[in-house]
């Protein structure tokens, strides 16, 4: 009787604090979580022929057949994006890195419709696969973000500028969604503008997070090189600027404080 006693309580006490509710399962072992930065978070997972990309409540978001690229016998697909190696953010991007031999390796992108947007042979990046936080071969700048090539035969290095933009999960180092969890209901830095598109000036409005006073909002053209930068402070909500001596195309625009910087937003300008 003792002993059934002690059974039942831990029973009770295990159904009573456990918190962890299996969501779904997927056959496919291969299932990661990406963040894009117009759709938010999808899961992911693909074979060799098709990415197939999952709404959080596990309906399917998106299935992208991947272009035929010969055989390889490894195929690594790296970097799912909306606007990083272009700045469509209807159209998703992927990095594909494969191996036909040993020690041999290809680098292509392609885009959803599977027109090639880069393609190098004989690279090297790092090892770490998609969805593990360490693919440290393209990185956020304030130029910009920037990827970086090996040769794997001669060890030279090669570094390309990339037209978008990566969002990160929570970070304070480059576009980032949020500065800190908002658990307290405290402000966090936010920025807009309008009109968008917008011909000779555009109001921007900022928000800066809690207990910050001072900023700066910052201007890049396509090619992640900065153009304009302007100081502001929490006595304000908001600054108009002239983008009249601009030329006409798309800008990205972010709000930096001492935490880090808020989520990049697009700007577009028309003569």
Known sequence: MKKLLIILLFTLSVNGFAQITLENNYVNSNLRLVKLSSSGYKYVMND??????????????????????????????????????????????????????????????????????????????????????????????????????????????????????????????????????????????NISNYPNPNKGETTIEYTLPQGTTTAEIIFYNITGQEVKRYKVTDAFHNILISTAELDAGTYYYQLQTSNGFSAGKKMIVIK
């Not at 010969?70 to 990083?84: D, P, Q, V």
């Not at 990185?139 to 060890?155: D, E, R, V």
Request: with cysteine; charged share 10%.
């Open 48 to 189: 060799t022929s098709v990415i197939t990309l999952f709404n959080l409540n596990h309906t399917v978001f998106r299935t992208i057949n991947i272009p035929p690229i010969g055989y390889h016998y490894t195929i690594l697909i790296r970097y799912i994006s909306e606007e990083l190696f272009n700045t469509n953010p209807s159209d998703i991007e992927y990095l594909i890195i494969s191996s036909p031999l040993p020690g041999h390796s290809f680098t292509h992108v392609f885009d959803e419709a599977g027109n090639t947007l880069f393609i190098q042979d004989s690279t090297a990046q790092s090892a770490a696969p998609l969805g593990y936080g360490n693919e440290d071969f393209i990185s956020y700048t304030p130029s910009g973000f920037k990827m970086i090539m090996q040769n794997a035969y001669t060890g030279a290095s090669s570094v390309y500028s990339l037209p978008g933009f990566l969002p990160c999960h929570d970070c304070t180092n480059g576009v980032i969604t949020s500065m800190v969890p908002d658990n307290n209901n405290t402000k966090q830095a």
